[in-house]
């Protein structure tokens, strides 16, 4: 009997660095995170833990802002779900998405950072979760779109000093962005539900 190597039909199918990069984030949030963020409340979204902290608050002409300093503390305040929330979705995400991957009302040279891709900041959860989806969404759907050439190519001018970065480094820093928050936002549900709890 003559051995025989392997078929073409049983080889494993080829599998592209765009498919790894989304498979590793859509797990995440899929099975991870976003079913950890339902029934999300008011009061969970913009509980303090601690004193001081950062959140979502209206400033002096009534529009909610996204409290931060520049240069930011050695040692920065605490924040809450609402800031993790509107920092993943909106600057993480959403930003990075309508400025590489369109459309956008900001101007063409509006690089990635840019405020004026997504100037609305949710002040409550369901705004706050509708934001997060829709970030997520853009993302992926921009990153889908992408071959593996293009994801070795530079950012370009609109990533300013990450310019000359290849975009499959900004997939994976801002995979493990998403997963650093969200990591963060499950625990701080869970904190908030046991100080809540009779006997917690």
Do not use: N
């Not at 995170?33 to 979502?56: F, H, I, K, M, Q």
């Not at 305040?77 to 991957?101: K, N, S, Y």
């Not at 949710?122 to 990153?143: N, Q």
């Not at 779109?145 to 975009?167: C, N, Q, T, V």
């Amino acid at each position: 009997m003559t051995a025989t190597g392997p078929t073409t039909s049983s080889a494993a199918p080829s599998t592209t660095w765009r498919d790894l990069l989304l498979d590793q984030l859509s797990f995440y949030w899929d099975f991870h995170l976003w079913p950890r963020l339902e029934g999300l409340t008011d009061d969970e979204y913009l509980w303090e833990p601690a004193s001081p902290a950062w959140s979502v608050r209206r400033g002096p002409d009534g529009a909610p802002r996204l409290e931060h300093e520049v240069p930011e503390p050695e040692i920065p305040p605490v924040t809450t779900i609402a800031w993790r929330m509107v920092h993943v979705g909106r600057d993480v995400f959403g930003r990075r998405a309508r400025a590489l991957f369109g459309p956008t009302d900001a101007p063409a040279d509006a690089d990635m950072f840019d405020p004026r891709h997504w100037p609305e900041t949710p002040i409550t959860a369901a705004g706050g979760l509708a934001m997060l989806d829709e970030g997520y969404r853009s993302w992926r759907a921009g990153v889908a779109a992408l071959d593996d050439e293009s994801l070795l190519r530079p950012i370009g001018p609109k990533g300013l000093e990450y310019a000359e970065f290849p975009m499959a480094g900004l997939v994976t820093h801002l995979s493990r962005e998403a997963m650093a928050h969200g990591g963060e936002i499950c625990l701080l549900r869970d904190l908030f539900r046991a100080q809540s709890s009779p006997s917690g």
